[in-house]
T-cell receptor, first 117, second 110 residues
Framework: DVKVTQSSRYLVKRTGEKVFLECVQD?????MFWYRQDPGLGLRLIYF???????EKGDIPEGYSVSREKKERFSLILESASTNQTSMYLC????????????????FGEGSRLTVL | AQRVTQPEKLLSVFKGAPVELKCNYS??????LFWYVQYSRQRLQLLLR??SRESIKGFTADLNKGETSFHLKKPFAQEEDSAMYYC????????????FGAGTRLFVKA
């Protein structure tokens, strides 16, 4: 079974703090994604990566950065957390489109609920 | 711009009734469309994809390119179908960016 693991299920931080959200997948997926999930807005793509050290901005990258030093790990960084970043953060992974195993399916972690006070 | 629209935030039906969750998309090329589902306290997971034309848990979805729609249907809703449903568009062909609609919460009442 594909496993996408997010290191923290619940975090409470103060405004201005630096926040790290970690995601690890064990299926040798090339692609990894960070979304935030908000009621009424659905999932919005923050950043994605298709290879080690490669990253692309999604639709709402402002206030976030990412790091992909190893294939299996993709980190989301909030340099200076703000209250409007209170949300559920979802990590996902998938195979590169050129691979035979690829079906386009995204595999999700359980989510990290971040509260910024 | 690419967009996925789910016009209903909440849909409530009785058990055994038909259900249709609407999804419209905006994309100029050939779309790859998916439905994902999130049951209570579970992670988001794939329900079905248009390219495989399969039926999962009694749900089907047909791509209508003329109406740019990909509605999810089930003839007889069950209580265990209560969940959050997201329509998703993956583009460009051969690419991998996936965007989601706002989601529809389905309640199936006994």
């Amino acid at each position: 079974d594909v496993k996408v693991t997010q290191s923290s299920r619940y975090l409470v931080k103060r405004t201005g703090e630096k926040v790290f959200l970690e995601c690890v997948q064990d299926m040798d997926h090339e692609n990894m994604f960070w979304y935030r999930q908000d009621p009424g807005l659905g999932l919005r793509l923050i950043y994605f990566s298709y290879d080690v050290k490669m990253k692309e901005k999604g639709d709402i990258p402002e206030g976030y950065s990412v790091s992909r030093e190893k294939k299996e790990r993709f980190s989301l960084i909030l340099e200076s957390a703000s209250t409007n970043q209170t949300s559920m953060y979802l990590c996902a992974s998938s195979f590169f489109r050129g691979r035979v195993q690829n079906t386009g399916e995204l595999f999700f972690g359980e989510g990290s609920r971040l509260t910024v006070l | 711009a690419q967009r996925v629209t789910q016009p209903e935030k909440l849909l409530s039906v009785f058990k055994g009734a038909p259900v249709e969750l609407k999804c419209n998309y905006s994309y100029s090329g050939s779309p790859e469309l998916f439905w994902y589902v999130q049951y209570s306290r579970q992670r988001l997971q794939l329900l079905l994809r248009h390219i495989s034309r399969e039926s999962i848990k009694g749900f089907t979805a047909d791509l209508n390119k003329g109406e740019t729609s990909f509605h999810l249907k089930k003839p007889f809703a069950q209580e265990e179908d209560s969940a959050m449903y997201y329509c998703a568009l993956s583009y460009p062909p051969g690419g991998f960016k996936t965007i989601f609609g706002a989601g529809t919460r389905l309640f199936v009442k006994a």
